[in-house]
């Protein structure tokens, strides 16, 4: 088994990455190379804007390229609780953000022929309890009625339709969903990008970055620039000067396991519609069908964060889980196994705006394919003097107390959310 995000060990090779720096100034200097920073500079260089990139590791290889390669609408939070805590309005405007994440990410994929797996799926929310599945029929009415008719709910003679399992009491299909290789959307953004004359800069972690007069000075291994804008694209990255940042926004483990090849026939009977699937549960699990018959299985297996020893302790775990989802799985193994950072705020609810001058976004909680690559595109509007671009500039974003980068709290948020589930 092979402890590395498939995406990232079948992803192809970036190959139009800038060796040495070609200029000293650039229009905008964007500091991560996962999807936002990428969009980003591919929506910039379009435009005629010079754009310098710095990637601290290799572009694709972090959040980005470790997630389960889903797109879909509806917010992180259950709709009818985010109405109840900042009122309807504010719900659907947050709601209508996913689903033009979504639309305009697909629009990239089909505007720019990028090939990366595309495929439409739709999402189904699975009941895990039967009181869940109550509340997810009184969700699915409100968004029905308020903000989205591609939506429908399923009770569990229904269900039998789309999947076979006897740990489900009901969901929720939403249309508006589609699959994709996250490492080769990436790798076919970061091309574009440079196709249009982005310098797109790999291993260059930023060591420095300052306010001087009317500009940055960003410093890497590679060099210094000096730029008009810079844009934060680094989720929770650990590399660089951005500790602002760290203070805000918490690392959890994020654990995904693919599956050998599967017999077809097997998956049909299972999962015949091959959607998108997320359990209800606060620490469930999410999986999807892979284009070459494997399954994908992931989930937040443990609150910890990731490492060797940890991916494989998590990995055994959504084996067993898996296996008491699907008994017909019981036995199949693992290809790969990985574990990824998720940057979660404390309402789950991205964040995006102005920090000394400086663009940024992140915070995507879990929600981030679409999202990540949706703000890259808005933070190059907000660049461009259009501030109304920015979909979260309502929430206000503090630091956490007592919080200054390393997660110390996740045993007793885990054990917290597992008291949650067992009670709800």
């Given at each position: 088994?092979?402890?590395?995000?498939?995406?990232?060990?079948?992803?192809?090779?970036?190959?139009?990455?800038?060796?040495?720096?070609?200029?000293s100034?650039?229009?905008?200097?964007?500091?991560?190379?996962?999807?936002t920073?990428?969009?980003?500079?591919?929506?910039?260089?379009?435009?005629?804007?010079?754009?310098?990139?710095?990637?601290?590791?290799?572009?694709m290889?972090?959040?980005s390229g470790?997630?389960?390669?889903?797109?879909?609408?509806?917010?992180?939070?259950?709709?009818?609780?985010?109405?109840?805590?900042?009122?309807?309005d504010?719900?659907?405007?947050y709601?209508?953000?996913y689903?033009?994440?979504?639309?305009?990410?697909?629009?990239?994929?089909?505007?720019?022929q990028?090939?990366?797996?595309?495929?439409?799926?739709?999402?189904?929310?699975?009941?895990?309890?039967?009181?869940?599945?109550?509340?997810?029929?009184?969700?699915?009415?409100?968004?029905?009625?308020?903000?989205?008719?591609?939506?429908?709910?399923?009770?569990?003679?229904?269900?039998?339709?789309?999947?076979?399992?006897g740990?489900?009491?009901?969901?929720m299909?939403q249309?508006?969903?589609?699959?994709?290789?996250?490492?080769?959307?990436g790798?076919?953004?970061?091309d574009?990008?440079a196709?249009y004359?982005?310098?797109?800069?790999?291993?260059?972690?930023?060591?420095?970055l300052?306010?001087?007069?009317?500009?940055?000075?960003?410093?890497?291994?590679?060099?210094?620039?000096t730029?008009?804008?810079?844009?934060?694209?680094s989720?929770i990255s650990?590399?660089?000067p951005?500790?602002?940042?760290?203070?805000?926004?918490?690392?959890?483990?994020?654990?995904?396991?693919?599956?050998?090849?599967?017999?077809?026939?097997l998956?049909?009977?299972?999962?015949?519609n091959?959607?998108?699937?997320?359990?209800s549960?606060?620490?469930?699990?999410?999986?999807?069908v892979?284009?070459?018959d494997?399954?994908?299985?992931?989930?937040?297996?443990?609150?910890?964060?990731?490492?060797?020893?940890?991916?494989?302790?998590?990995?055994?775990?959504?084996?067993?889980?898996?296996?008491e989802?699907f008994?017909?799985?019981?036995?199949?193994?693992?290809?790969?196994c990985?574990?990824g950072?998720?940057?979660?705020?404390?309402?789950r609810?991205?964040?995006?705006?102005?920090?000394?001058?400086m663009?940024?976004?992140?915070?995507?909680?879990?929600?981030?394919?679409?999202?990540?690559?949706?703000?890259?595109?808005?933070?190059?509007?907000m660049?461009?003097?259009?501030?109304?671009?920015?979909?979260?500039?309502?929430?206000s974003?503090?630091?956490?107390?007592?919080?200054?980068?390393?997660?110390?709290?996740?045993?007793?948020?885990?054990?917290?959310?597992k008291?949650?589930?067992?009670l709800?």
């Amino acid at each position: 088994m092979i402890n590395q995000s498939y995406w990232i060990d079948t992803k192809p090779r970036f190959t139009r990455g800038a060796e040495t720096l070609g200029n000293s100034h650039y229009d905008v200097a964007i500091v991560g190379g996962g999807l936002t920073g990428l969009t980003a500079a591919h929506t910039l260089a379009k435009q005629g804007v010079s754009v310098a990139l710095f990637e601290a590791t290799a572009i694709m290889e972090q959040a980005s390229g470790q997630n389960g390669g889903q797109c879909s609408t509806g917010v992180a939070q259950d709709f009818s609780a985010l109405s109840a805590t900042l009122g309807l309005d504010k719900a659907k405007r947050y709601y209508t953000a996913y689903s033009n994440a979504v639309d305009a990410l697909r629009n990239i994929i089909t505007e720019e022929q990028i090939e990366c797996e595309f495929r439409e799926s739709g999402k189904l929310k699975l009941a895990a309890k039967p009181q869940h599945a109550e509340k997810i029929f009184n969700t699915c009415e409100l968004i029905q009625r308020e903000v989205d008719p591609n939506v429908r709910f399923l009770d569990a003679e229904g269900l039998k339709t789309e999947i076979t399992s006897g740990q489900f009491y009901g969901g929720m299909v939403q249309d508006n969903a589609f699959q994709i290789h996250v490492g080769k959307l990436g790798v076919g953004i970061a091309d574009k990008a440079a196709e249009y004359g982005a310098h797109i800069y790999e291993n260059s972690p930023v060591v420095q970055l300052k306010k001087q007069g009317k500009q940055f000075s960003v410093e890497t291994p590679k060099g210094k620039i000096t730029a008009n804008d810079v844009i934060i694209a680094s989720g929770i990255s650990q590399h660089g000067p951005l500790g602002w940042f760290r203070r805000r926004i918490v690392p959890v483990g994020s654990f995904i396991l693919v599956t050998e090849k599967l017999d077809p026939a097997l998956i049909e009977r299972l999962m015949p519609n091959k959607r998108s699937y997320v359990t209800s549960k606060i620490i469930g699990n999410y999986f999807r069908v892979m284009g070459d018959d494997r399954l994908l299985f992931g989930g937040r297996a443990r609150f910890a964060m990731t490492s060797p020893e940890s991916d494989a302790i998590s990995g055994r775990i959504l084996l067993k889980t898996m296996g008491e989802m699907f008994p017909e799985l019981q036995g199949v193994q693992a290809t790969h196994c990985w574990g990824g950072l998720v940057d979660i705020t404390p309402n789950r609810l991205p964040r995006a705006g102005q920090h000394n001058g400086m663009f940024y976004a992140m915070g995507y909680s879990g929600h981030g394919v679409q999202m990540a690559a949706y703000m890259g595109q808005q933070l190059a509007h907000m660049l461009g003097g259009h501030p109304e671009a920015n979909p979260w500039k309502d929430e206000s974003w503090y630091a956490i107390p007592g919080y200054f980068g390393k997660p110390w709290f996740l045993p007793a948020v885990g054990a917290y959310y597992k008291l949650q589930d067992y009670l709800h």
